[in-house]
Nanobody, 127 residues
Framework: QVQLVESGGGSVQAGGSLRLSCEVS????????MGWFRQAPGKEREGVAT????????FYADSVKGRFTLSHINAKNTLYLQMDSLKPEDTAVYYC????????????????????WGQGTQVTVSS
C-alpha cells in the first residue's frame, strides 16, 4: 500500500518561502508520476507541479512558474516543492499525489488522474 506523507506547511508572509516534503512509503519510488495539487477554500482543486520521477517534462501551473520548483531525492523516497515569492493567493491545502507509470509519456500532467493522495498540508500566506 503506497502512502504519501506531506510536511512543511505553515504560515508565512507574502514574499516568503516554504519547502514542502512528501515522503513515499510502501513502494519503490522510481516508476511513478508524482507532484503536488492544491485546493483553496471555495475553489477547485488545481495541479501545481508534476513530473515522472525518472525524468521527462516537469509541468507547472502558469500561476507558479518561476516561483515554485519541484525536485526529489531518490535515496530518501522524498519529493519536494520549493515555494518562493509566495503570494496570498497561494494559500491552500497542498496535496502530494502519485500514480504508477513506467513511462513519463503516460503521466497525467496537471490533470487530477492520480491514484494516491496524501492527507494534505496547509499553507497560509498573509499580506
Amino acid at each position: 500500500q503506497v502512502q504519501l506523507v506531506e510536511s512543511g506547511g505553515g504560515s508565512v508572509q507574502a514574499g516568503g518561502s516554504l519547502r514542502l516534503s512528501c515522503e513515499v512509503s510502501g513502494a519503490n519510488f522510481s516508476p511513478y508520476c508524482m507532484g503536488w495539487f492544491r485546493q483553496a477554500p471555495g475553489k477547485e482543486r488545481e495541479g501545481v507541479a508534476t513530473r515522472h520521477i525518472n525524468g521527462g517534462t516537469t509541468f507547472y501551473a502558469d500561476s507558479v512558474k518561476g516561483r515554485f520548483t519541484l525536485s526529489h531525492i531518490n535515496a530518501k523516497n522524498t519529493l519536494y516543492l520549493q515555494m518562493d515569492s509566495l503570494k496570498p493567493e497561494d494559500t491552500a491545502v497542498y496535496y502530494c499525489v502519485a500514480r504508477h507509470e513506467w513511462y513519463a509519456r503516460n503521466c497525467p500532467g496537471l490533470r487530477p488522474d492520480y491514484d494516491y493522495w496524501g492527507q494534505g498540508t496547509q499553507v497560509t500566506v498573509s499580506s
